[in-house]
């Protein structure tokens, strides 16, 4: 099999309006999360979020064509810019759209137009709806709009499942280009969730906090929502060489499990299995791997699970592993976590520093390991795995290596 090279990176979150501006954020420790602003706050029991600030889709798109776009598709755009100009590559040139695929992930899909046209729909008894909302909606709306800007003809399509859609686009994009069923391809994640109904169902959930988000921390209170999008392209490893490209990293391997067994409480046993899996797919040991970016969302039950997992399987070894969750930075972007967080992974493998886990106080006993409380640290990094699970008991865990 073809090994893969990550060539181009994009991304917009609630930590900057780029990979580069996310990355110096992470590595800073700085947070996004903050207080509400961009939805009304008075029905929220929580009023805290991880909000994209100033962004003005006039300043990135023609006005003609943002009725076609929700702002899950108009993140999805601009952290594909961003990635497509960074890689160098024209998809309309030498037919290298019909040998691209486009793979991203959403958790929800388009739900500010899915909450604008129910409350026309229901609370303003208005029986006209915007005539372009199925479009906008859809969860494949941001790679079919992705697809349109840069003429990728080849396979196209949206993963949905919930917070590792990203891992799992991820994880697909890279088995097309291994095999060779492509030679490149466009993937990542986004997701724009911060809606009055969304933020009130994940607090009916009771898993969200209202100070901060304090992952494998005593004083944790839960999660906090976030939005954004990364995208990332990748192309077959020697070709990347041959044109003299920047390799990012190599995108090593993948794992995926399910639980099938609770649909809201994890396995420790079936997120092992994963990155194990991960770790057998890229051909690498657990010694070979100095961080891990946790799922990590400081949620009671997540936490704990997910590092009695990395005990059981790297041994020893975990003892000298850096673990950090950059959620305590970004908030929780459900279908985009996954790539908003390799981006902490790349940044990590490029300049050897690992991102902290912000907002930490006291370690929690049943949460052992190194989590890089606070401060960044200096560490060179080889090998890596991100982890991302979700509601349905759905893992996948990715595996990048330096070059």
């Given amino acids: 099999m073809r090994r893969v090279a990550i060539t181009g990176m994009g991304a917009i979150c609630a930590l900057g309006p780029t990979a580069s501006t996310t990355w110096q954020a992470m590595r800073e420790g700085r947070s996004g999360i903050s207080p509400i602003a961009n939805i009304s706050s008075d029905l929220l029991n929580v009023k805290i979020a991880a909000e994209v600030h100033g962004f003005d889709p006039d300043a990135h798109f023609e006005h003609k064509r943002l009725p076609l776009l929700d702002r899950v598709s108009q993140f999805a755009l601009v952290a594909a810019r961003e990635a497509v100009a960074q890689s160098g590559l024209d998809f309309r040139s030498d037919n290298r759209g ?5 793979i991203i992930g959403s958790g929800i899909g388009g739900e500010s137009t899915h909450n604008e046209q129910s409350r026309r729909f229901y609370g303003d008894k208005n029986p006209r709806v915007h005539p372009l909302s199925i479009v906008r909606v859809m969860a494949n709306a941001p790679a079919c709009h992705v697809g349109i800007e840069f003429g990728l ?3 196209a399509f949206a993963v949905v499942s919930a917070c590792a859609s990203a891992n799992h686009a991820m994880a697909q994009a890279l088995d097309m280009v291994r095999s060779g069923k492509v030679d490149f391809a466009v993937t990542g994640g986004s997701e724009a969730c911060i809606t009055e109904p969304i933020m009130k169902a994940w607090e009916a959930m009771r898993v969200t906090a ?7 921390c005593k004083q944790r209170r839960g999660m906090v929502l976030g939005e954004g999008a990364g995208i990332f392209v990748l192309e077959e490893y020697e070709h990347a060489r041959r044109r003299g490209a920047t390799i990012l990293a190599e995108f090593a391997g993948s794992g995926m499990t399910a639980d099938a067994g609770d649909m809201v409480f994890p396995s420790e046993v079936t997120i092992a299995r994963a990155m194990h899996n991960a770790l057998t797919d890229a051909g690498l040991t657990t010694g070979d791997i100095d961080y891990i970016n946790a799922h990590g969302t400081g949620t009671p039950a997540n936490d704990p699970t997910e590092s009695k997992a990395i005990r059981q399987v790297f041994g020893a070894h975990a003892d000298k ?15 985009a976590a996954g790539a908003i967080e390799l981006i902490a ?16 106080i006291d370690a929690d006993p049943e949460c052992d390991l190194d989590y890089v409380p606070n401060v960044a640290r200096e560490k060179p990094v080889r090998a890596a795995l991100s982890n991302s699970f979700a509601f349905g008991g759905l893992n996948a865990v990715v595996a990048l290596k330096r070059v």
């Fill in 98 to 102: 019909e040998r691209t695929a486009c």
């Fill in 153 to 155: 003809t080849g396979p």
């Fill in 210 to 216: 209202d100070d901060t988000c304090r992952p494998f």
């Fill in 321 to 335: 592993l850096t673990v950090s969750s950059t959620k305590s930075m970004h908030g929780h972007a459900l279908g």
């Fill in 345 to 360: 992974v790349i940044g990590a493998l490029q300049n050897g520093v690992i991102p902290p886990t912000a907002n930490f």
